[in-house]
């Protein structure tokens, strides 16, 4: 199982080495176990090579590959790009002129959306939630003019009360840490990053 904690490697290691960091299982305390296989993160210019470090849980035994926040679960492309081609189908961007802007497969970009779209409900559902947690007093979320909108307006109020309420971070990491990561995966991993209210 993988876990969605800050990009930079020092703090990482840090927060893992004071038993600061909580298992995604059974909110025990993780602790150091190796690192995960080498992969290559591709930006929208170039890519840069990850190990991710790999923990496991004091409490319920099991082990877990820290990703950083610049990331999805099971993707290699960085989450700028992913959220960059998100942004641009709902502007009413074609699948080829997305692939094409971000030098990427048109199968590549198909498979992100189609991702998404199965998810759209449950997508808006996350982002809605932790909207309100993150700024209880916040306005209702209007819709935008279709569910795919909907989903992607809700990730934006989400992402900035985040913002507001924790300080800046770099463009779309909110989306990989409040979606745990499973933002283009199955609806169950998403319902794990659920909050509670």
């Known amino acids: 199982m993988a876990a969605i904690v800050d990009a930079v490697e020092e703090e990482v290691e840090a927060d893992l080495l004071a038993g600061l960091l909580a298992c995604p299982s059974c909110k025990g305390e993780l602790g150091p176990w190796g690192h995960s296989v080498s992969r290559e993160l591709r930006l929208l210019t170039g890519s840069v090579w990850l190990r991710p470090r790999r923990s496991m849980c004091r409490v319920c035994k099991k082990s877990h590959v820290l990703l950083p926040d610049s990331t999805l679960i099971r993707r290699r492309d960085h989450v700028e790009v992913i ?6 189908r709902a502007w009413g961007a074609s699948i080829a002129r ?6 990427r497969l048109v199968g590549t970009v198909r498979g992100w959306l189609r991702s998404f779209t199965h998810n759209l409900e449950a997508v808006r559902a996350l982002f809605t939630r932790w909207a309100r947690v993150v700024d209880p007093s916040g306005e209702p979320i209007p819709p935008a003019g279709g569910a795919f909108c909907d989903a992607l307006a809700a990730i934006g109020v989400a992402s900035r009360a985040a913002v507001l309420r924790f300080g800046p971070r770099p463009p779309w ?8 990561g499973a933002l283009l995966c199955n609806t169950s991993l998403l319902y794990r990053s659920m909050p509670i209210a």
């Open 98 to 103: 997305i692939a094409a802007e971000l030098a």
């Open 83 to 88: 959220g960059t081609a998100l942004v641009m």
């Open 173 to 180: 990491s909110n989306l990989s840490r409040l979606s745990g």
